[in-house]
């Protein structure tokens, strides 16, 4: 047992054996109620309206108030004690008196942090000038049995921030702000929805078809109807169907599930707002969007500008648009309009140097919307309405009258999120039965994230339907963007995590990852090195050469090449942090990527990388980082021994003849290079010349 789970059990049974001594007085530490007179933030502006005066001795008022709450403080003074109780909404200072109290002022020793007490007494102000209540009488309303932490801050509490959102909520008041700011975006919502004629309704999360947009499902068994079903990715289709049903307008806040990789503003299980109005058009749609989100905006933060990310963002209409046809081609002058076939953009794409994941497998409109999502969408940053998508991108969307090649379709962008997806609905039953026919051929050629076939939706439509636009916003990402959070996981109560302690499969076998799973891009990763190296040049050139390396040997084992180039590059992220303290090298990389949702993969690969952590090295990933990443320090060295220290000079023959020469870069394990040729399965010879073309090909970046 480890000294700090000692500990805590130790503290678990003098918790205990306090719970003794309070129920030998004859208290009911776990009673079924208590009767509040006010709430604690009821009585602080009681006493700011009474303007109480500060006594030269306690003198309380007359009136008589019972509060209920934790004590997040405890101070005995000999004969006097002072407390800080919370409830839901404020704190207020609690006086116990001997004098008042007696014999029970006894029992003030067996308090704890974290002990529900309910409070009897009467306001005072101290000589400080603070609001206190004086105790008369205290009932227990429940005992703590484990400490409360002091508080929970930085990155080393990250993951218990989320695992134990509730100590979170308890210490950090900037949580509880942030969860209110959330409360508060779908009051406002709700209300306005309403106030403008929306009905609320709900409609089934399991159903025998996942459609309503394009995305991987997840699928569950059905025990009693022995079937298959898919969770919702999306309530459109259901909401479309109550449209039909007779309903003009109608909203959902609806929890959806896609099992897609994780990343800082994607979550598998989320929770989307979707609405659909009767004889809209998307231009309608877009006009009212705009009123909503910005008096959203002017109603929970008291005016039009926000601080996103240290950015202000002004939210205030109207707001720009563009065509997703004009921002690509500004972006990576790749005109869309002149390469409407999927094999003439993967070749133009592939011409411009322009590298997209998986991009064997994508149809047309998902072709383009990576290629937008690659060069364009981070550089929007003020709210803009992008318009035109491929009709190819929009299976459940209306042609464009002028243009049949485009969608009557707007997302709103902001800060290179993609918050808000509405457009024109197809109402056309015989047209979308077209579409989703050829969503289900590319679904079958390998596109897993294309629509399925719906017939039951397809038969409802066949009833009839009048125009229509409809609207989808993810509530998690507005809120993290609206209280600057990285991760959606931080504006969840409780979002799903890993078994602790729990080998993930990617620790107990070799697997292969995208980097659509990675949850980080090499802009991304840049970001986080240019944020903890800051200015250590030797650090960043070290780094580089790594991700060269690491790039070249996925390559050899026909691996993702910049999946691997992003563990060789974030490998010594929390060296400045810690290289006074070696053996905690890696877990804080681990903590700063956790949080930005890099794929456990990468991170166990990173960790395992300090070979004082004696990790298991049970992947190719985590056995060719631990064993180039000594390497490189060994070729840099030999390169600047030479007489022009430039890497062209170095040749495999010098490498070896410098490795056998323990003097030369002392520093260098070379047991751990030797383990290469084990790990690896390629004589060492050849690993060095690998690693050397590597770095040779940077050497510029290298200055060698």
């Given at each position: 047992?480890?000294?700090?789970?000692?500990?805590?059990?130790?503290?678990?049974?003098?918790?205990?054996?306090k719970?003794?001594?309070i129920?030998?007085?004859?208290?009911?530490?776990?009673?079924?109620?208590?009767?509040?007179?006010?709430?604690?933030?009821?009585?602080?502006?009681?006493?700011?309206?009474?303007?109480?005066?500060?006594?030269?001795?306690i003198?309380?008022?007359?009136?008589?108030?019972s509060?209920?709450?934790?004590?997040?403080?405890?101070?005995?003074?000999?004969?006097?004690?002072?407390?800080?109780?919370?409830?839901?909404?404020?704190?207020?200072?609690?006086?116990?008196?001997?004098?008042?109290?007696?014999?029970?002022?006894?029992?003030?020793?067996?308090f704890?942090?974290?002990?529900?007490?309910?409070?009897?007494?009467?306001l005072?102000?101290?000589?400080?000038?603070?609001?206190?209540?004086?105790?008369?009488?205290?009932?227990?309303?429940?005992?703590?049995?484990?400490?409360?932490?002091?508080?929970?801050?930085?990155?080393?509490?990250q993951?218990?921030?989320?695992?134990?959102?509730?100590?979170?909520?308890?210490?950090?008041?900037?949580?509880?702000?942030?969860?209110?700011?959330?409360?508060?975006?779908?009051k406002?919502?709700?209300?306005?929805?309403?106030?403008?004629?929306?009905?609320?309704?709900?409609?089934?999360?399991?159903?025998?078809?996942?459609?309503?947009?394009?995305?991987?499902?997840?699928?569950?068994?059905?025990?009693?109807?022995?079937?298959?079903?898919?969770?919702?990715?999306?309530?459109?289709?259901?909401?479309?169907?109550?449209?039909?049903?007779?309903?003009?307008?109608?909203?959902?806040?609806?929890?959806?599930?896609?099992?897609?990789?994780?990343?800082?503003?994607?979550?598998?299980?989320?929770?989307?707002l979707?609405?659909?109005?009767?004889?809209?058009?998307?231009?309608?749609?877009?006009?009212?969007?705009?009123?909503?989100?910005?008096?959203?905006?002017?109603?929970?933060?008291?005016?039009?500008?926000?601080?996103?990310?240290?950015?202000?963002?002004?939210?205030?209409?109207?707001?720009?648009?563009?065509?997703?046809?004009?921002?690509?081609?500004?972006?990576?002058?790749?005109?869309?309009?002149?390469?409407?076939?999927v094999?003439?953009?993967?070749?133009?794409?592939?011409?411009?140097?322009?590298?997209?994941?998986?991009?064997?497998?994508?149809?047309?409109?998902?072709l383009?919307?990576?290629?937008?999502?690659?060069?364009?969408?981070?550089?929007?940053?003020?709210p803009?309405?992008?318009?035109?998508?491929?009709?190819a991108?929009?299976?459940?969307?209306?042609?464009?009258?002028?243009?049949?090649?485009?969608?009557?379709?707007?997302?709103?962008?902001?800060?290179?999120?993609?918050?808000?997806?509405?457009?024109?609905e197809?109402?056309?039953?015989?047209e979308?039965?077209?579409?989703?026919?050829?969503?289900?051929?590319?679904?079958?050629?390998?596109?897993?994230?294309?629509?399925?076939?719906?017939?039951?939706?397809?038969?409802?439509?066949?009833y009839?339907?009048?125009?229509?636009?409809?609207?989808?916003?993810?509530?998690?990402?507005?809120?993290?963007?609206?209280?600057?959070?990285?991760?959606?996981?931080?504006?969840?109560?409780?979002?799903?995590?890993?078994?602790?302690?729990?080998?993930?499969?990617?620790?107990?076998?070799?697997?292969?990852?995208?980097?659509k799973?990675?949850?980080?891009?090499?802009?991304?990763?840049?970001?986080l090195?240019?944020?903890?190296?800051?200015?250590?040049?030797?650090l960043?050139?070290?780094?580089?050469?790594?991700?060269?390396?690491?790039?070249?040997?996925?390559?050899?084992?026909k691996?993702?090449?910049?999946v691997?180039?992003l563990?060789?590059?974030?490998?010594?992220?929390?060296?400045?942090?810690?290289?006074?303290?070696?053996?905690?090298?890696?877990?804080?990389?681990?903590?700063?990527l956790?949080?930005?949702?890099?794929?456990?993969?990468?991170?166990?690969?990173?960790?395992?990388?300090?070979?004082?952590?004696?990790?298991?090295?049970?992947?190719?990933?985590?056995?060719?980082?631990?064993?180039?990443?000594?390497?490189?320090?060994?070729?840099?060295?030999?390169?600047?021994?030479?007489?022009?220290?430039?890497?062209?000079?170095?040749?495999?023959?010098?490498?070896?003849?410098?490795?056998?020469?323990?003097s030369?870069?002392?520093?260098?394990?070379?047991a751990?290079?030797?383990?290469?040729?084990?790990?690896?399965?390629?004589?060492?010879?050849?690993?060095?010349?690998?690693?050397?073309?590597a770095?040779?090909?940077?050497?510029?970046?290298?200055?060698?």
């Amino acid at each position: 047992m480890s000294d700090g789970k000692k500990l805590e059990k130790n503290d678990i049974e003098i918790r205990k054996n306090k719970q003794k001594e309070i129920e030998k007085s004859g208290y009911n530490l776990y009673p079924d109620r208590f009767e509040k007179s006010h709430n604690i933030d009821e009585i602080l502006k009681i006493a700011e309206s009474e303007k109480l005066s500060e006594a030269d001795d306690i003198k309380p008022s007359a009136q008589v108030f019972s509060v209920a709450g934790r004590i997040m403080t405890l101070r005995v003074h000999g004969k006097l004690a002072f407390a800080n109780l919370q409830d839901a909404k404020a704190k207020i200072q609690i006086a116990f008196s001997n004098e008042i109290l007696g014999e029970n002022f006894d029992l003030i020793e067996n308090f704890d942090l974290g002990d529900y007490l309910g409070i009897v007494g009467k306001l005072f102000i101290t000589h400080k000038g603070e609001v206190t209540l004086m105790t008369e009488e205290f009932l227990f309303l429940g005992k703590a049995l484990r400490q409360l932490p002091e508080k929970f801050h930085g990155l080393k509490d990250q993951e218990a921030l989320y695992r134990q959102r509730y100590l979170d909520l308890l210490v950090n008041e900037d949580t509880r702000n942030r969860f209110k700011i959330r409360n508060s975006v779908i009051k406002f919502l709700r209300n306005y929805l309403e106030n403008n004629d929306f009905d609320e309704v709900e409609t089934p999360i399991l159903s025998s078809s996942a459609s309503g947009a394009l995305a991987k499902p997840f699928i569950t068994h059905h025990n009693a109807l022995d079937e298959d079903f898919y969770l919702r990715i999306a309530p459109e289709t259901y909401l479309k169907r109550l449209i039909i049903g007779g309903y003009e307008k109608v909203f959902e806040f609806a929890k959806c599930f896609r099992n897609e990789g994780i990343d800082p503003s994607h979550l598998q299980e989320f929770t989307m707002l979707e609405y659909y109005s009767a004889y809209w058009n998307w231009q309608d749609n877009m006009k009212f969007t705009e009123q909503m989100i910005s008096s959203m905006v002017k109603e929970v933060f008291g005016g039009y500008e926000t601080n996103v990310f240290d950015q202000k963002i002004n939210w205030q209409p109207p707001y720009d648009i563009v065509t997703m046809r004009d921002i690509i081609y500004k972006d990576s002058k790749i005109d869309i309009d002149t390469h409407q076939t999927v094999e003439k953009l993967k070749l133009e794409i592939a011409k411009r140097g322009i590298e997209i994941d998986d991009i064997e497998n994508f149809g047309y409109g998902n072709l383009v919307d990576a290629l937008y999502k690659k060069v364009s969408r981070n550089k929007i940053i003020k709210p803009t309405f992008l318009i035109s998508h491929p009709i190819a991108l929009s299976p459940l969307a209306r042609n464009n009258n002028d243009n049949p090649d485009v969608a009557d379709r707007f997302q709103l962008i902001v800060n290179g999120w993609e918050i808000i997806n509405a457009y024109s609905e197809l109402v056309d039953p015989v047209e979308q039965i077209k579409r989703l026919k050829e969503q289900s051929e590319l679904r079958a050629s390998g596109d897993e994230e294309a629509m399925m076939m719906d017939e039951d939706y397809v038969k409802a439509m066949e009833y009839g339907m009048p125009p229509i636009s409809g609207w989808g916003m993810g509530i998690d990402r507005i809120v993290a963007l609206l209280t600057s959070q990285e991760n959606l996981k931080d504006c969840i109560y409780f979002p799903l995590m890993r078994e602790k302690n729990k080998k993930s499969k990617t620790e107990m076998k070799d697997i292969e990852i995208t980097m659509k799973e990675a949850g980080i891009d090499r802009g991304g990763a840049e970001k986080l090195l240019k944020k903890y190296l800051k200015d250590d040049d030797y650090l960043y050139k070290h780094s580089l050469a790594v991700e060269a390396v690491m790039k070249k040997f996925a390559k050899h084992f026909k691996r993702n090449e910049d999946v691997w180039a992003l563990a060789g590059l974030l490998h010594d992220l929390d060296y400045p942090l810690t290289k006074n303290e070696p053996e905690k090298h890696g877990l804080i990389t681990e903590e700063i990527l956790s949080k930005h949702g890099v794929h456990p993969e990468i991170i166990y690969a990173i960790k395992a990388h300090n070979h004082l952590h004696e990790l298991t090295l049970d992947t190719l990933l985590a056995k060719t980082l631990y064993s180039v990443e000594e390497l490189t320090g060994l070729i840099v060295a030999c390169a600047l021994v030479q007489i022009d220290k430039k890497l062209s000079s170095v040749s495999v023959e010098s490498i070896n003849k410098k490795f056998k020469q323990k003097s030369f870069a002392s520093g260098v394990n070379r047991a751990i290079i030797r383990k290469a040729e084990e790990f690896l399965g390629i004589e060492l010879s050849e690993i060095f010349r690998m690693s050397l073309e590597a770095m040779q090909e940077i050497s510029d970046d290298l200055n060698l």
